[in-house]
C-alpha cells in the first residue's frame, strides 16, 4: 500500500514518505499507482510485458488509473519483481490475497517493546491496509511493497524504517486468521529488491 500506511490514534508520528525524484505526480501518487497495477495483477499465470501494458490500459478505461498514473508506472519494474523468486513464489502459493485491511488495538508496548516504553498500558487503535500475504505448506508470507528512494543498496536502511510497521502488520495478519506468520518481506521497487525483514521483526510479532 502507498507510503504512509499506517493510521495511527495515537499521539505518535506514522511512517514518513522518504524524498524522491521531482515530476507531475508526486511520489506517493506514483506509488499509489504502482499500488493499484499491483492489485489487479493476475498471478496465477505468467505475462509478457506486452500483456501487463494491455492490463494497465484496461485499468484507464475502467477509470482506477488516470493517463498520467499509468505512464508514471514502469512496467519493466514490475516484470522484473514478477520474475524475480519472491515474484515466483508469490505465483506458486495455495493461495494469495491481497489489500487486506485491519484495526487492531495494542498496547504501546506491544507495539514498541516494553524496553522501548515505560508508560501507562493504554491500548492503540491501528488501522492499516496488507498489500499481499500469501500461504505455503508452513505458514503465511507478507509482502509490503514500498516505491520509496533510499541511498542504500542494500534496502536495510528502508528495513528498519518500516520495522514496526512490519511487526504490526504480522501480529494483525495472525489475528485475521489464526495462522503463523512465517516471513515478512519489503519489496523495493526502486531497487529492484526483495528484502527479507523476519529476522529484522519477528520479536515484535512471536
Known sequence: IPEG???YYAPWTSFSLAPGPEGKLSAK????????LLEHLDF???CSEQELS???DRLVQQHLLTREERASIA???VMTFLHSALGQRMQRAKSLCREESFTISLTPQEIFGAENWTEGPEDVLLHGIIDCYFEED????FVDYKTN?????????????????LSVYAKALQRITGKPV???YLYSFYLDLAIDCTALCQGGWQ
Open 182 to 184: 512465517r516471513q515478512a
Open 149 to 165: 528512494w533510499t541511498s542504500d543498496p542494500t534496502g536495510m536502511e528502508l528495513a528498519k524504517q518500516y520495522q514496526i510497521q
Open 54 to 56: 494491455c492490463m494497465a
Open 44 to 46: 496465477t499465470r505468467d
Open 29 to 36: 501518487e506514483k506509488g499509489t499507482a504502482m499500488h493499484t
Open 138 to 141: 508452513d505458514g503465511l508470507v
Open 75 to 77: 512496467l519493466s519494474k
Open 5 to 7: 500506511d499506517v493510521a
